[in-house]
Each structure stands twice: as structure tokens, then as C-alpha cells.
């Protein structure tokens, strides 16, 4: 699902809604800039970080080795101020309460309960035959390997999924994030980013913000 918005720079910017949601994917406390930890090169997947008064593409400024996907990336730098107050106005006048209206129903959680009843019974009858000593123990062992790992697959796969952030939660963290412009410590702004914005990525003057998604 993609959004247009108009705000005040001449760059172009679409805005997606995506699935996942971690409330911090991040330390807030180590930061130095609002949007550190954020943001991703739209050219060549590297993180994007903070210095020298810009947002930089790792594989640009070849700061850490580690960092560096494409060492010939040439992605383009973003002023810090001018990318957090494009970043600041969208999250100030979007519209949250319009996602609610998108949201899909939340998909119940597979039933495997009569396969894995299944899986016990054949586990039973491999060793019931095990010690009546006509399959060798090879066989049976593997077999029964096999069976558990099935079963441990679906008992993983029952598990419900971690919710996604609710309309409600997405309004406080807005609010929240709009009353701590203006005063509030870096820590506070960004664990308020942290619950409305899954990643940002950056491809010259194309700014796409992934929210997470209800």
C-alpha cells in the first residue's frame, strides 16, 4: 500500500505500510542522532548512519569494513536536519487513524493438533516394534528422529504470532512523539519512532518510510 504526501522540499517520497513489529530494534540510548538505526540504502541495502552533520550510506564513506555492501555505491547524502524534518512532518500530519480501515483480520493460527496426534501414535508403534526386535535399530532410530522433528515443526508453527501494534498504541506513540519535540531528550523521541516506523530507506531523493503495520 503506498502513500503520497506533499511536504515542504523538492525531493519525491512514497511511503509503504509493512508487516512486523518490534517495539526496539535498537539501543535508544547509544544514538546520536534521531534517526540512527532507521535507515537503509535503497541502492545497496547498507545502513545508513549519522556524522559530519550528514546521513551517509556505509558502503559510501567506507567508515566500517564491516558495514560496507557495495564500496562503489554512491547513494546520495542527506543533510541531518533536512531528513529529520522530513521525517518529523510526515509522522506529525499523517493520518494513523486512516490505517485502522486497512487492517486485516488477524489469520488463526494453523490446527496441526490431529497430525501430531498421528506423529505419537507412529512413535509408538516404532518402538513397539523395537522391542519386538524386527526392524533393526537403525532404521527405527532414524524414523523416529524424523517423527519428532515433524512434530516439533508443527508445534512451533501453532504458536501465535507476535501481535501487531494496535491503532491505539500508534496514536500514543504519535502523540507522544509530537509533545517531546520540543524538549524531550533524543531517547524519548526515538522510542517513540521505534513503535510507528519500521525502517527508512534512502535512494538519493527518494525517501520511502515502512511503518509498522496494525
Known sequence: ?????????????????VSSWSVFQFSTQSASTLLS??????????????????????????????????PNCKNKKWKIP?????VTDYICHFEFESLEKEAVNDVPAP?????????????GRMLDLYQLGSIPIDIISK?????????ETLQTAEIPQ????????????????ISVLNGGSLEEKRACLSLLIKRIEIDDDKVNIILNEL
Open 1 to 17: 500500500m503506498a502513500f503520497s504526501l506533499s511536504l515542504r522540499t523538492t525531493a519525491h517520497f512514497n511511503f509503504r505500510i
Open 111 to 123: 490446527d496441526y493438533s490431529k497430525r501430531i496426534t498421528e506423529i505419537d501414535k507412529q512413535i
Open 143 to 151: 524414523k523416529v528422529d524424523d517423527l519428532y522433528k515433524e512434530k
Open 37 to 70: 538505526g532507521f535507515i537503509y540504502c535503497g541502492k545497496c541495502g547498507a545502513r545508513f548512519h549519522g556524522e559530519h552533520g550528514n546521513y551517509s550510506c556505509y558502503s559510501r564513506t567506507k567508515g566500517d569494513k564491516k558495514y560496507i555492501v557495495d
Open 162 to 177: 507476535q501481535r501487531h501494534i494496535s491503532i491505539e498504541e500508534l496514536l500514543q506513540a504519535r502523540d507522544k512523539f
Open 82 to 86: 533536512d531528513l529529520d524534518a522530513v
